[in-house]
């Protein structure tokens, strides 16, 4: 069973712009990971954010995390026609070492 | 580093027969995982290998699915007989230490089962 959320499922913007998703999950986390999925391709790890971490960056990609409402961002700024992707967010629970996916959000961005 | 290798990229089978996928992790990752991805359930877990020994296959979906990692360096999903439902993208994936940590994908195997 999926534990993580995404929403929206779809998002298109311009290039240039900004894109946000958000992820929710259900029980208490390790460890949460966003990856990135072009078409036809493997998932390519982005960033790992701790339960113990409210904040991370790498490049222009921001994540964050609110365990008191079980939820997480990812900030895509000044994007670009190659972060056109699918998103997930993936959670490991604190009593297992599991990894489990949401079901994505699709990003299309503009020329 | 050449990544998680998996064989075949594409397979493409009648119902029945036996199919068997390949992978090999990325040399010095303790820990081995099977994905399958379809549209209507995503990505499912299946099996998880540490230091070559199964933890948790409470994923494979029945008996027609059996998992194997004889060594550090190679497993298989066998899927005997397979069926059209069986039909999915199933992706490989290592890590170094536990599973929750950052994984590396394969390139994944399009399986359709006619």
């Known amino acids: 069973s999926q534990q993580g959320e995404e929403d929206p499922q779809a998002l298109s913007i311009q290039e240039g712009e900004n894109a946000t998703m958000n992820c929710s999950y259900k029980?208490?986390?390790?460890?949460l990971q966003w990856y990135r999925q072009n078409s036809g391709r493997g998932l390519v790890h982005l960033i790992l954010i701790r339960s113990n971490e409210r904040e991370k960056h790498s490049g222009r990609l921001r994540v964050t995390l609110d365990t008191s409402k079980k939820s997480s961002s990812l900030l895509i700024t000044a994007s670009r026609a190659a972060d056109t992707a699918s998103y997930f967010c993936?959670?490991?629970?604190?009593?297992?070492?599991?990894?489990?996916f949401g079901a994505g959000t699709t990003v299309t961005v503009r020329a | 580093d050449a990544g998680v290798i998996q064989s075949p990229r594409h397979e493409v089978t009648e119902m029945g027969q036996e199919v068997t996928l390949r992978c090999k992790p990325i040399?010095?990752?303790?820990?081995l995982f099977w994905y399958r991805q379809t549209m209507m359930r995503g990505l499912e877990l299946l099996i998880y290998f540490n230091n070559n020994v199964p933890i948790d296959d409470s994923g494979m979906p029945e008996d027609r699915f059996s998992a194997k990692m004889p060594n550090a360096s190679f497993s298989t999903l066998k899927i005997q007989p397979s069926e059209p439902r069986d039909s999915a993208v199933y992706f490989c994936?290592?890590?170094?230490?536990?599973?929750?940590?950052?994984?590396?994908f394969g390139s994944g195997t399009q399986l359709s089962v006619l």
């Open positions: 040399s010095g990752h303790n820990s």
């Open positions: 994936a290592s890590s170094r230490g536990q599973g929750d940590e950052k994984l590396f």
């Open positions: 993936a959670t490991s629970g604190t009593n297992d070492y599991k990894l489990s």
């Open positions: 029980t208490s986390i390790n460890n």
